[in-house]
């Protein structure tokens, strides 16, 4: 409006009138200025900022619609002695229904028929597959790894256990306050002071019997100048350096917003499965009885269980695998639901599975090796007899394997203040085997997958800022009510969504990585928003008496905008720790 004043009625638009190109400090006439670059610069800038700042924004509800895309699409239902496929919304309550091997179940509900291992590690963190069988309770959306059922659906639609996970989430996500951006609370304060510094200088020159165009003058020239025209710039600069060099050291930063809480975060809720082990049953350890020969030993074990669909069959045949090599093919394989599997290898009757399959043979576990099962099952392991030729030879140990890296993680977690605590809704002996193995002190065990999100309010309600690091869909309502949600990204898609920074790879330690860069761009930020100010203040005095060039003016802007840029460009130097 200055601008238009001095062009249409001052002298501003008169012919052959220029702005000299020169930095003096005199006392000229307003009338003459005009500030149109100024007003364009600051406008262009706030948009291209905002743009570039929605662009990093998470978007709204995806979490919540990947939820909903984990269930079974389709269901095999028996109605009057016939298969029907039908969509799994047309599902009622009290429909029979058939999960084969490999399919996941349509909806809660109760088994009728069959056996199977059911992995629900998804939902609930277990790592062990669950045995299931006639009048077992089983929950939509697990895995069905065994064999064949028949499933009697107990709730469906808006009353399965999926979709309350799904309200949790969208609770979480409506009632997470989002932090109030660190630009608008120095805008808060900055610019009431400016515009009464403007208008002081106004009343003193009017009072000091300047003249009214000199008078408007000065107060003008203190709003132009006071308008740091970096501003805009200063957090999507940041922000979008600081997310390209993540992007390239595999983490993803949702947007501005999640910054902070990196800053001010002190305790670190780490899910088991998945994120500190590895998510998959894996064979461990080996414990042969007298002189049994420990490949023997994996030989003949690996061949039985290569034949079996379970989850855990597949951890001992895949770990035979790779220590013997090839494995010979069984002869008579029979599969004994809920306790293991039986049948002729190399011409011996071999037995692997629970110790209850071995009784039925009448076959005991030898002192060396009972000493051997208690203490591993201690430990919170799944253990495994093999038996053949009517003698107990060995037991096999099997658990949720221990990152190589996750140690190493927990201890650049505690270098940077937070407190690792362990979360899961495992059992507690399994829970704190794997805390003390990686030097985790605190451990809560047991959760059930809605219960998690409540643990995170209870940390926040003694005064604690919690980050939480996830992976499964049993995570996601947690992640999206922590101050700062890590979802790693080998996990499912809920959990990505419903977290604030995305670790690309299934290591721990970019946990700690991700936290450094978010808390080196916060410090970006908080130092280009200083300089976005700094220039444009230190010639506040120039302007209140009247002193102010356009030209110094400009200078100034471009100054505080090159400056901003050039520290955002600073982040690009950022390591991961070695």
Known sequence: LWSLWALFFGTAGMPGMTHPFEFTISRGDGAGNIYLEAAAGVTAFILAGRYFEARSKRKAGAALKALMELGAKEVTVVREGREVTLPTSALRVGDRFLVRPGEKIATDGTVVEGSSAVDVSMLSGESVPVEVSAGDPVTGATLNAGGRLVVEATRVGSDTQLARMATLVEEAQSGKAAAQRLADRISAVFVPVVIGLALATLGFWLGSGAGLTAAFTAAVAVLIIACPCALGLATPTALLVGTGRGAQLGILIKGP?????????????????????????????????????????????????????????????????????????????????????????????????????????????????????????????????????????????????????????????????????????????????????????????????????????????????????????????ALAQADLGLSMGTGTDAAIEAGDLTLVRGDLRVAADAIRLSRRTLGTIRSNLFWAFAYNVAALPLAAAGLLNPMIAGAAMAFSSVFVVGNSLRLRGFRAAG
């Not at 009885?289 to 951890?315: F, K, Q």
């Open 257 to 477: 917003e999640v910054l902070e809480n990196t800053r001010r975060a002190d305790t670190i809720l780490l899910d088991k499965t998945g994120t500190v082990t590895t998510g998959r049953m894996t064979l461990l350890k080996v414990h042969a009885a007298g002189t049994t020969d420990e490949a023997e030993v994996l030989r003949l074990a690996g061949a039985l269980e290569h034949s079996s669909e379970h989850p855990i069959a597949r951890a001992v045949a895949e770990g035979a695998a790779a220590r013997v090599g090839a494995l010979p093919t069984p002869e008579d394989f029979a599969n004994v639901p809920g306790l293991g599997v039986q049948g002729v290898v190399e011409g011996h009757a071999v037995l692997v599975g629970r110790e209850k399959l071995l009784a039925e043979w009448a076959i005991g576990l030898p002192e060396e090796l009972g000493e051997a099962k208690d203490l591993a099952e201690r430990n919170g392991r799944t253990v495994i007899a093999v038996a053949w030729d009517g003698e107990a030879r060995a037991v096999l140990e099997v658990a949720d394997a221990v990152k190589d890296t996750s140690a190493d993680a927990v201890r650049r977690l505690r270098a940077l203040g937070l407190t690792p605590v362990l979360l899961t809704g495992d059992n507690k002996a399994v829970a704190e085997s794997v805390a003390a193995e990686v030097g985790i002190d605190q451990v809560i065990a047991e959760v059930m997958p809605q219960d998690k999100a409540e643990v995170v309010r209870k940390l926040q309600a003694e005064g604690r800022t919690v980050a939480m690091v996830g992976d499964g869909v049993n995570d996601a309502a």
